[in-house]
């Protein structure tokens, strides 16, 4: 708690600190703890955990950093929090983030940026911004965030922490404030791949309260292979993701770590994955279609913000999404009710899905050539406040690399490999379905 004092007045990760409860939480485990089994205490007892601001908590304010939901106090706790407080983790507050999710930098947040503890001039990535910069800042000893289409892994990478997404439906979504339906995932951001671990061992697993979440068992450590075994691993290089928009100093960073593994004796091949120039633009149909439907709940009736002086309840709703919703949020939604419509649902939407089909298979058949896939996380360096607001296309093209994969609902993740100009990179590894475990594995040997 001193720590945050100390730091987020410059860094602004937090829009809710947990300040008056936790403490009396800690008191009431170490009241426990003397009565404990050493052997027994689980290893999160007692560990405070920052959770990004669109997973809801029970008793704690729940805003997805937009105006529409200030004042919205969840009264129960998605099933990624109720696991982790059953293990003794405390709750530490909540932070910061693009608005719903969208967005890469955090500048979408209604309620003011969070800063890339590197360099406060710049952006912390996005839209977990704030779950990125308290573990990076040592705020917080771990978080939560949510990837949607690279969420976790791109604010990672430009905090020089870790993020892991996982297999979509390997984690429950329950309680997780949906985005796009068929992209969200919850996933750890911590200092170390063994921290990875650690939480995601918690928080997967199936979960009866969310029909998406798949019917797998909760990861455990013991799906990572050894050091050996991982050196007998084939990693494949997609030629798409080393291509000429990529800044050289990541290009280079990400060398040297192929050159190490090269010396540990690990086999590389090229690769491509021919359909990753679509995968964003497909996205950017499927995403926005998804929110347009799942934001039409936020009404001025069932949650937090109800705009005043509406003489009837068309205008109500009108004058409260107007004044409730920020301007990305509302592109996504026009963008989103467009290639929704009639007349346009095949030429948009359904074509968008198509090409997802496409993307799944590029991958599937990268998968049979090698084990792993190594790329960069994002083709940038984080950047300066200001410098892609003004173009989506821009600000869209930080996420081009976490994207497909997000498409494809296969895990990856990312770790830092480097730093480039005093900033950190992130090298992303990419794997099949429900192979979190190989991840883990080449993640130790690299870290
Ligand atoms: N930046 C992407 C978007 O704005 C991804 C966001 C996310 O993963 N939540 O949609």
Known sequence: LQRIENVDPYLHAFLFVNRESILDEAQSLDEQLEKANPEEIPPLFGIPIAIKDNICTQNIPTTCASKILEGFIPPYDATVVSRLKAQGALILGKTNMDEFAMGSSTENSAFGPTRNPFDLNRVPGGSSGGSSACV?????PVSLGSDTGGSIRQPAAFCGVVGLRPTYGRVSRFGLVSFASSLDQIGPITRT???CVTIFEVISGKDEKDSTC??????QAQEIPSREEVKKLKVGLPREYFSEGVD????ESIQNTIDFLEKEGIKLVEVSL???????EAYYIVAPS???SNLARYDGVLYGFRAQEAAELQ???FKTRTQGFGKEVKRRIILGTYSLSSGYYDEFYLKGMKVRTLVRQDFEKAFEVCDLLLTPVSPCLPFLFGERTQDPYQMYLADVFTIPSAMAGIPALSINCGYARSLPVGLQIIGRPFQEGLLFGLGLLIE
């Open 136 to 140: 990076s800042a040592l705020e917080a």
């Open 193 to 195: 791949v063994k921290d």
């Open 214 to 219: 798949a019917p797998y068992p909760a990861f």
């Open 248 to 251: 050289s100093e990541i290009i």
């Open 274 to 280: 021919p359909h990753t120039v679509y995968a964003l």
């Open 290 to 292: 998804e929110a347009s």
């Open 315 to 317: 205008e109500m709703y």
